[in-house]
Antibody
Framework: QVQLVESGGGLVKPGGSLRLSCAASGFTFSDYYMSWIRQAPGKGLEWVSYISSSGSTIYYADSVKGRFTISRDNAKNSLYLQMNSLRAEDTAVYYC??????????WGQGTLVTVSS | SYELTQPPSVSVSPGQTARITCSGDALPKQYAYWYQQKPGQAPVLVIYKDSERPSGIPERFSGSSSGTTVTLTISGVQAEDEADYYCQSADSSGTLWVFGGGTKLTVL
């Protein structure tokens, strides 16, 4: 069965950096686009970024462009999100999700990132 | 930046029909997708490509599209359908994704 497990969340000071990971299993990871989505406490979903199956195509939401970098390692069945220059408004649960055509068919359980001094 | 607009809340009694709308300028060109999220859980896809239902999703969930508005309809609402519902689509170029603000469905 498809499994997506996020890790790497935690408490970080404003201006700091954090790297999230998403370990995928139960499907051929290299065949699928992948995405990061976040949800601030008590708020709605916000799309963050997605990456093509080969890693050659990448898009970001304006709110994170220039600060966050999405990447993947198909040999390790892993998705990453490098987050730099973190701000209080980046505080959220970060989900990784598999993209099927143009929708998100499987989601992980999320990892919490808290940006606070 | 592109936005999708949903009503913050919808309330219905059990057995009635709930309709949740989502409006956006690019919806005539881009498909919409609907996700259900219950407290403490990850979202689950309930409708894709405006009106297609994934396997395992009850038949009472349906979707439709008209111009710049898409609608999620839940017929014969059950208590277990109480959740937040989000629409998702893309901008006119199809490259940048967006979620609606979400609608809290309350079953009275």
């Amino acid at each position: 069965q498809v499994q997506l497990v996020e890790s790497g969340g935690g408490l970080v000071k404003p201006g700091g950096s954090l790297r999230l990971s998403c370990a995928a299993s139960g499907f051929t990871f290299s065949d699928y686009y992948m995405s990061w989505i976040r949800q601030a406490p008590g708020k709605g979903l916000e799309w963050v970024s997605y990456i093509s199956s080969s890693g050659s195509t990448i898009y970001y939401a304006d709110s994170v462009k220039g600060r966050f970098t999405i990447s993947r390692d198909n040999a390790k069945n892993s998705l990453y999100l490098q987050m730099n220059s973190l701000r209080a408004e980046d505080t959220a649960v970060y989900y990784c999700a598999r993209i099927s055509s143009s929708w998100l068919d499987y989601w992980g359980q999320g990892t919490l990132v808290t940006v606070s001094s | 930046s592109y936005e999708l607009t949903q009503p913050p809340s919808v309330s219905v009694s059990p057995g009635q029909t709930a309709r949740i709308t989502c409006s956006g300028d690019a919806l005539p060109k881009q498909y919409a997708y609907w996700y259900q999220q219950k407290p403490g859980q990850a979202p689950v896809l309930v409708i894709y490509k405006d009106s297609e239902r994934p396997s395992g999703i009850p038949e009472r969930f349906s979707g439709s599209s008209s111009g710049t508005t898409v609608t999620l309809t839940i017929s014969g609402v059950q208590a277990e359908d109480e959740a937040d519902y989000y629409c998702q689509s893309a901008d006119s170029s199809g490259t940048l994704w967006v979620f609606g603000g979400g609608t809290k469905l309350t079953v009275l």
